[in-house]
């Protein structure tokens, strides 16, 4: 793996500086990365597919474990960077790694063509919330081993009744479960980030709670965009409420089975 001082020294060597308008903070600390390798259990001929690789040193790793790599990097210098030291050695993908907030690029999923795969990144912080919501309602998305903002990994992981608690919450925890690998200060980066990071893997449930992601994400999207407002006010006092919810509720309120419970009754 990468040292930092590698890392700087493969960026000064080129006149590169990180880029702050790409958010981009490299993870470092070697202890870590090694922690989420071991957390995603990938190896021989695994297809990987890794967002936002820098300069490389994931991806170096990945490598090292025997895993078929597609690397996806926007910033053009960094992709000369990971073209001219692995070459033919992984599947460059030159692209941001959204078409919108519900599909892949185009690029992308030529790059993956239908297989099965698993994502393991240190994400951009831009691209998480609705990269790791896309993949995890994709039947060919096995698992995501990430590194992403801490206040990120807490909306994942919250409970009804409180801040964090969201659609994003409601809508992964539906077709997943979340674990939260560990938490990263900002020193395991360069340069650190001015908030702490959080490694979380997300594994598909075998039976999702519900089948229609895109319509179910749409509900959430509706009674959450009110998510101060009861749900009768929200849906109507006069739709379908399961035992145990009432129109005076409000969305916050709801657990994730008795949200899919509300969705259902009224889809």
Known sequence: MQTLGEIRSILAERGLHPKKALGQNFL???????????????GDSDLVLEVGPGTGTLT?????????????????????????????????????????????????????????FTLVSNLPYGAASPLMSLLASRKDCTAQHVTIQREVADRLLAVPGTKAYGSLTI???ALASVRRIGILPPGCFWPPPKVDSAMVSIIPHQRPMVEDAAD????????????????????????????????????????????????????
Do not use: W
């Open 171 to 173: 809508f992964i925890g």
């Open 60 to 116: 170096e790793a990945l490598l090292d474990r025997g895993c078929s790599v597609v690397a996806c990097e926007l910033d053009r210098d960094l992709a000369a960077i990971l073209e001219e030291r692995l070459g033919d050695r992984i599947t460059l993908v030159r692209t941001d790694c959204l078409e919108d907030q519900r599909t892949l690029s185009v690029e992308l999923e030529e790059a993956l063509s239908g297989r099965t």
């Open 28 to 42: 470092h600390d070697q202890n870590q990365l090694r922690r989420l390798l071991e957390a995603s259990a990938v």
């Open 216 to 267: 179910f994400g749409a509900f959430l999207h509706r009674l959450f965009s009110r998510r101060r407002k009861q749900l009768g006010t929200i849906i109507g006092r006069d739709a379908g409420f399961p035992k145990g919810i009432e129109p005076t509720m409000r969305p916050e309120e709801l657990s994730i089975e008795a949200m899919v419970e509300l969705y259902e009754l009224n889809n």
